[in-house]
């Protein structure tokens, strides 16, 4: 009776499960992936409160709306992380924008880089502008003050010359050929000016020469020297020679043997003065050449009377 009482028929096993209200489908789920939470933040969200983990008919019949919605949202987490496809197109989303990202920084960089290299070239064309007008202007005030110079021109007077004796002898040449023998000692005083406002020169000459037409007969060198601004000063200069060979080129001379008082010899006495003027070093300099002929006679009743030259017939200045 007791095993009777416990079998059941196949209607009532069938009755019962009609009798049985069904269960409530299961709600889809949503998945959303935070990136600002890590890997092992997601798991211990999704494995510690899991909806799984808790038996079915509590989760979907027995918690509150909010616990309902929170175990939701760690479901969503926890479904995203047995998901590989979803977190991959997370991770993926997440490289793009970091690719963005660092494409906007390279950008920045190179614009930074173009305009260093802007503001480098537009250094070196204000360099060069700069030195470029600074040649011109030197150029210009270096001219102008060549220019300027030009007007100062060093005033020379020879001022007179002296003839302190005069002696004709026979004798012979260098090479044995006999002749009359001239020696000859004579001073020249030059006046020197230099009327420059801003600038010194520096006075050089050519050899002082004495000559009979083309035979020279005596000579002399000038020592060279430096002339202030502003200022003057006397030169003087011995031309002298000493035992000149004739060859009678001077008639009145071969005559003069023993008489040399009633002689006159016309000379012609000729130099070249050269004056440089360093206005701005050696970069402006101006020169001057002064070219002088006068024409002097040798009066043997004269001998040590200085000849005065300052007469305007007496030398010509070129």
Request: hydrophobic share 35%; charged share 20%.
């Amino acid at each position: 009776m007791g095993v009777a009482m416990h079998v059941k028929s196949d209607s009532e096993v069938t009755s019962i499960e009609a009798s049985t209200p069904p269960r409530s489908p299961r709600r889809p789920l949503y998945y959303v992936q935070s990136p600002s939470l890590s890997q092992h933040d997601l798991e211990k969200m999704s494995y510690g409160s899991s909806p799984f983990g808790t038996p079915t008919h509590h989760f979907h019949y027995h918690c509150s709306p909010i616990h309902h919605s929170r175990e939701s949202s760690t479901s969503r987490f926890s479904a995203s992380l047995k998901n590989p496809r979803n977190s991959g197109s997370g991770w993926r989303r997440m490289q793009r924008k970091y690719d963005e990202v660092g494409s906007e920084v390279e950008e920045d960089g190179e614009s930074e880089g173009d305009d260093e290299g802007k503001d480098s070239g537009q250094v070196r064309f204000y360099v060069a502008c700069f030195l470029f007008s600074f040649l011109v202007l030197f150029t210009i005030f270096s001219l102008i003050l060549w220019a300027a110079s030009l007007a100062y021109k060093p005033r020379i007077i020879v001022m007179n010359i002296s003839f302190e004796n005069f002696n004709v002898q026979a004798g012979m040449d260098g090479t044995g050929v006999p002749t009359d023998m001239l020696t000859l000692n004579s001073t020249v005083r030059i006046f020197y000016k230099n009327p420059g406002t801003y600038f010194g020169v520096h006075v050089t000459s050519t050899p002082l020469e004495l000559h009979y037409f083309d035979l020279k007969v005596a000579s002399g060198h000038m020592k060279k020297f430096y002339q202030p601004r502003r200022t003057w000063s006397k030169v003087m200069v011995v031309v002298q020679g000493h035992q000149v060979p004739l060859y009678g080129g001077i008639p009145v001379l071969s005559d003069a043997e023993g008489h040399v008082q009633s002689v006159s010899v016309p000379l012609n006495l000729t130099f070249v003065m050269r004056s440089r003027a360093y206005i701005l070093g050696r970069l402006v300099k101006t020169k001057f050449y002064k070219s002088i002929l006068c024409e002097v006679a040798l009066r043997g009743n004269h001998l040590g009377k200085p000849l005065n030259l300052t007469k305007s017939e007496s030398c010509v200045y070129r």
